[in-house]
């Protein structure tokens, strides 16, 4: 054996003081497409479990450079490494983890690769350890970049690292000799799994007939040769949709669910989703009022929307969670609720949203208050209205009231409107206003508040809507989940 060769095995190619000197253009300028970190003491500090909101940036970073990212650590704790997870999770990092890997063996890396689908000379390992980080690293065929720990530890801890790895490798020689080659992969998020959609069709809501939109979706991806994968799911009702595809989503095997419907399958394609915020929603709209596709101007023509979801861009957009659900554009208790839940399949169909105005009108001769008890980011207001409506995107209210100035839209913040009509007048100005755009600033009878969490209850109990759909009665708890979903969206938005 070349004894300096030996020892260049313990040599990384690039040393850094800290990670956030590695800067993601140092990586793309020597070819890499994606980063293995290890986690302790390059992550975070050592058994801590805190990830500092600088890691946090750095890894945000890489992200929107495009590089794709990976942990591989040694650590054997499925708790410890949970927690770490769930920290990623809540800032929107889904990153695949390999625990208790065992390097400097190589079996880890090449999981992380096959992961990635990328070679090794595209791949580099960033960690602090000398054999079980560089050493691997390298026998992997990895760039290997050495956190340098002596700039921040002292040398006797130092030392003591480098026993620890040696004892590592010991007993991971052993270990190798009675139980084979093998580590445990946890959590290996497959969000890097690309063109697989799982659509989801509800008959009951489309423009367009079930054998048709099937055959154009047939089409399509024909058209697209043997680089996608596609499953279609007709959902005559959603019951067991989670039950059905939870752990397919949850472990990856769909990169894309698509809802072909309306809002209230968007809604139900979003309970899928919440198992892996990583997968991605698609749109074909073939609903009645088709609100969030508006917004994010995705076509209505079903064969230019599937255009668009093959071949476009992404996008991060806030979402609202009620209870236990997840919705997109707004929810409701009082006047609203009452229309929508009184708005039929049957009418939808043969007035298209006209049905919903049809029913808005006759509201009027019902029309009730309630008090209502709205605790607004804490604070609680008792207010005597016909309904309560809070908002999550800008342009969904903007649609009937262009005049109202309100933030762009992704702001973090829910729009609270509060509908505050004395007389039945009163409620016909209301209805007038929305739906013609002559709202003006000055109008009381519309009582405005933007917040991040709402709370409804109300005296007598009253219905409750989400997106269009009905879906209990109060109370409710309101919060706004900024940059949660991702949605496929067209080029120009």
């Excluded at 590695?22 to 390059?42: E, H």
């Excluded at 690309?194 to 055959?215: A, H, R």
């Excluded at 990856?252 to 892996?276: H, M, P, W």
Aim: net charge positive.
């Amino acid at each position: 054996m070349n004894i300096n060769n030996f020892f260049k095995g313990f040599q990384p190619d690039l040393t850094v003081n800290n990670i956030d000197d590695l800067s993601p253009q140092i990586l793309i300028d020597r070819g890499i497409k994606g980063v293995i970190f290890d986690l302790d003491d390059t992550l975070i500090a050592e058994h801590t479990g805190k990830l500092s909101e600088k890691i946090v940036q750095i890894l945000e970073d890489y992200k929107k450079a495009g590089l794709k990212t990976g942990i591989v650590t040694n650590n054997f704790s499925s708790k410890y490494c949970e927690k770490v997870r769930d920290l990623l999770e809540k800032h929107n990092l889904f990153i695949p983890m390999i625990e208790n890997a065992y390097k400097p063996q190589t079996l880890c890396f090449e999981q992380m690769l096959d992961f990635f689908s990328l070679p090794a000379n595209q791949v580099a390992m960033v960690g602090d350890g000398i054999v079980t980080d560089t050493f691997g690293a390298k026998k992997a065929g990895l760039l290997s970049i050495r956190v340098e720990w002596f700039s921040r530890n002292t040398f006797k801890k130092g030392s003591l690292l480098v026993l620890r790895e040696l004892v590592v490798c010991t007993y991971d020689i052993f270990r190798r000799i009675l139980f084979g080659h093998k580590s445990t992969q946890y959590h290996m998020l497959k969000n890097t799994v690309e063109n697989s959609y799982l659509f989801l069709i509800n008959p009951k809501s489309s423009q367009t007939k079930l054998e048709e939109i099937k055959e154009i979706i047939q089409n399509h991806f024909e058209g697209l040769g043997a680089g996608a994968t596609y499953k279609i799911h007709e959902c005559h009702n959603f019951d067991n949709l989670s039950l059905t595809y939870a752990n397919d989503i949850k472990n990856g095997t769909y990169s894309c669910v698509v809802a072909v419907g309306g809002d209230g399958t968007v809604r139900e394609a979003i309970s899928l989703i919440q198992n892996n915020w990583s997968v991605v929603l698609g749109i074909i709209p073939t609903g009645t009022g088709n609100l969030l596709a508006k917004s994010l101007n995705i076509p209505t023509e079903s064969r230019a929307a599937l255009k668009v979801l093959t071949q476009a861009q992404q996008k991060k957009i806030d979402i609202t969670q009620v209870n236990n659900q997840y919705i997109t554009l707004v929810v409701g208790a009082g006047l609203d609720a009452n229309i929508m839940k009184n708005t039929t399949s049957e009418k939808k169909k043969s007035l298209g949203i006209l049905a919903y105005c049809v029913e808005a009108f006759k509201q009027v001769t019902k029309l009730k208050h309630s008090l209502f008890m709205l605790e607004i980011d804490g604070k609680k207001h008792w207010k005597k209205a016909i309904g309560v409506i809070a908002i999550n995107r800008n342009s969904y209210i903007q649609a009937f009231i262009p005049q109202l100035k309100m933030p762009e839209e992704n702001n973090g913040l829910l729009d609270i409107c509060i509908l505050k009509a004395e007389t039945s007048s009163d409620y016909l100005a209301i209805l007038t206003e929305l739906f013609s755009g002559a709202y003006k600033d000055e109008n009381s009878k519309i009582e405005h508040y933007q917040a991040t969490t709402l709370k409804i209850k109300s005296i007598p109990l009253l219905n409750v809507q989400a997106d269009g759909d009905y879906i209990g009665k109060t109370p409710m708890n309101i919060k706004i989940l900024p940059n949660r979903l991702t949605v496929v969206v067209p080029e120009v938005i």
